[in-house]
T-cell receptor, first 116, second 112 residues
């Protein structure tokens, strides 16, 4: 149990376009989902916390107008990178916390974004 | 907020030896400490976790110890195997709190 999927697994786009990444909890409900960014050989940096039915909470330094987060249901959160630029190229990973399983976070497989 | 430091950043051991990774945290209120293993290009996988009401937890070759007074916790892997090679991340947070902070990671290499 506790499977999290993420789509797409990788995307290449031109500078200036927007990219949407989906994060789904497949076999559990998640009122809270998290979006992380990971650069090569670095740690997981929390970008924002996504709460179902309310606005996301962004970490300091993360532009909420650039990284739009929507948590429309208990099993789906989306991250949209608007007007992507080469510096946005990174590995984006979501995680979900199951309502009845305490603090354990289950991670999605990640999305590798390359902006040309 | 919580700040987690992890050492060493890289660790190389011979197959069969033990490996120890240490983390310290800053917020004495933190009470949940998970460890994740991440293989190259893959998702982090929870391998073991511990709550502050216990000092040690073991699962086969993996164990975690916690010293609340000193605010540090460690991951111990015994009888290491090449498939243990990965990046390991520690984390600390309040149980049922959203603010989980990760250490910088330790790249473990187990040489056959």
């Amino acid at each position: 149990g506790a499977v999290v999927s993420q789509h797409p697994s990788w995307v290449i786009c031109k500078s200036g376009t927007s990219v949407k990444i989906e994060c789904r909890s497949l076999d559990f409900q998640a009122t809270t989902m998290f979006w992380y960014r990971q650069f090569p050989k670095q740690s997981l940096m929390l970008m924002a916390t996504s709460n179902e039915g309310s606005k996301a909470t962004y970490e300091q330094g993360v532009e909420k107008d650039k990284f739009l987060i929507n948590h429309a249901s208990l099993t789906l959160s989306t991250l949209t990178v608007t007007s992507a630029h080469p510096e946005d190229s990174s590995f984006y990973i979501c995680s979900a916390r199951a309502n009845l399983r305490g603090q354990t976070q289950y991670f999605g497989p990640g999305t590798r974004l390359l902006v040309l | 907020g919580e700040n987690v430091e992890q050492h060493p950043s890289t660790l190389s051991v011979q197959e069969g030896d033990s490996a120890v990774i240490k983390c310290t945290y800053s917020d004495s209120a933190s009470n949940y400490f998970p460890w994740y293993k991440q293989e190259l290009g893959k998702r982090p996988q929870l391998i073991i976790d511990i709550r502050s009401n216990v000092g040690e937890k073991k699962d086969q070759r993996i164990a975690v110890t916690l010293n609340k007074t000193a605010k540090h916790f460690s991951l111990h892997i015994t009888e290491t195997q090449p498939e243990d090679s990965a990046v390991y991340f520690c984390a600390a947070t309040l149980y049922n709190n959203n603010d989980m902070r990760f250490g910088a990671g330790t790249r473990l290499t187990v040489k056959p």
